[in-house]
């Protein structure tokens, strides 16, 4: 046991560096990262291992009984709640593009996003380094909006994400130009820099579409809209995206890279109980107006 707990904080710890690494950021941006949740768990585990060898016993077997039980119950619990929430992340509503480029095998659901027909695209930001440079996840996302706007020639997208805490520049500038660099032209691709989350990509970025092409709220609330992210993003995304008004909305999943999954999920596990304790609570986010 002292071996697993010991071999598991190191690796933690290793996984929480080679994240950092592949997305290199400021100081304060690395230490205010969701991902050094992996890094304490690891300096838990190692410090467990110590108390072990140094007492010969574990720290669990000096816990009170009734206290004991409501760790269990309480984990339990927790555990009930983020595979709920885990089940519900794996099942958003997607399109496929093989359908959309083979219209005879197009579903009526996927119909409006079919070729020649109007469609509003929101690539949603999923953030960038210190170095102004998208990590490889956010740039599978570039690939999957370009996919669909190269069948779709009357979809125009609007790309979403400002500059994040600790960070020196936007990313919806370079989300614009990793599209333009894969054959999009630049007047179908509009860019909203100032959004921070999810909520705002949409508000901001319907502000966005409303400027540029002199449509009203309605037409794009209306509209058939796409959102692209990251898959294990995409129903967080929808959930908010009809909650704020959004009539038409499906997804384009982008796949995340083996290493980044389960720091991907974990986050997403918390981000979506998050939401629904949100809504409870305080019934926002409200409709766009």
Excluded at 36 to 61: E, M, Q, T
Excluded at 266 to 273: D, G, H
Aim: hydrophobic share 45%; aromatic share 8%.
């Amino acid at each position: 046991m002292i071996f697993v707990e010991f071999v598991l904080g190191n690796l933690f710890i290793i996984y929480t560096v080679i994240l950092h690494i592949l997305s290199p950021g400021t100081v304060l941006d690395i230490l205010t990262s969701f991902c050094n949740i992996w890094l304490v768990a690891g300096f838990c585990l190692i410090a467990l291992s110590v108390y072990r060898i140094k007492h010969g016993y574990s720290l669990w077997s000096r816990i009170q009984k009734k206290w004991k039980k409501i760790i269990l119950i309480f984990a339990g619990l927790c555990g009930l709640v983020a595979l709920i929430n885990l089940v519900l992340i794996f099942t958003p509503r997607t399109l496929n593009l093989e359908n959309v480029a083979y219209e005879e095998s197009i579903s009526e659901k996927e119909a409006p996003f079919s070729k020649d027909n109007k469609v509003y695209v929101f690539l949603l930001g999923g953030g960038i380094d210190k170095n102004g440079k998208l990590p490889k996840p956010v740039i599978r996302r570039v690939e999957k909006t370009a996919e669909y706007m190269k069948l779709n020639e009357e979809a125009v997208c609007v790309v979403t994400g400002g500059t994040l805490k600790w960070l020196p520049y936007p990313e919806a500038p370079e989300l614009k130009r990793q599209l333009v660099r894969r054959g999009i032209p630049e007047d179908r691709v509009f860019v909203e820099d100032q959004a921070l989350d999810t909520i705002q990509n949409l508000q901001k970025g319907t502000e966005v579409l409303k400027q540029e092409l002199g449509v009203s709220t309605r037409d794009v609330l209306e509209s058939p809209v796409i959102l692209v992210s990251s898959r294990y993003h995409l129903r967080r995304a929808q959930r908010l995206a009809h909650r704020m008004g959004f009539e038409n909305v499906t997804g384009l999943g982008s796949r995340t890279p083996v290493f980044h999954v389960p720091m991907a999920y974990l986050r997403e596990i918390c981000a979506y109980v998050k939401l629904n304790a949100r809504i409870l609570l305080t019934g926002k986010p409200e409709r766009i107006e």
